[in-house]
């Protein structure tokens, strides 16, 4: 349940465009990173599939046809749709009540998280 709700803040966070947080520890064009996922989950995310293309599938040819045209991706009108799809998101998953209450279990998670590292010395 709670990797739902990271998910459910990465991609509002994805259509809304928050710079403060998607561009924390990302390491590539899909914006995924340490600051909502832990690497083994992104590279799970990553694998899920779709009509036999992997997400990750999905977004290298997506990023091939913007760079080809000459165009960037846009987090709100390519990445927020591409992920809503793979990870079955809803409309109503991305109400305001939902995000508030994904977004409180996500801020405790990231703590968890930071305490974690910190006493592992990483």
Not at 12 to 17: A, Q, R, S, V, Y
Not at 25 to 45: A, G, H, P, Q, R
Not at 68 to 96: A, T, V, W
Request: proline share 1%; glycine share 4%; charged share 25%.
């Amino acid at each position: 349940m709670g990797l739902r709700q990271r998910i459910i803040v990465f991609i509002h966070d994805l259509k809304t465009f928050n710079h403060d947080i998607l561009l924390q520890n990302y390491t590539d064009s899909s914006f995924m990173s340490k600051t909502y996922f832990t690497i083994d989950e992104i590279v799970e995310l990553k694998s899920i599939e779709i009509n036999g293309m992997s997400l990750d599938q999905c977004l290298n040819n997506l990023i091939e046809k913007k760079s080809s045209n000459g165009c960037n991706i846009c987090s709100s009108h390519d990445l927020f749709p591409l992920y809503e799809r793979y990870f079955g998101i809803s409309k109503n998953d991305c109400n305001n009540k939902n995000i508030k209450s994904a977004r409180c279990y996500w801020r405790l998670w990231r703590e968890n998280r930071f305490s974690e590292l910190v006493k592992e010395g990483l």
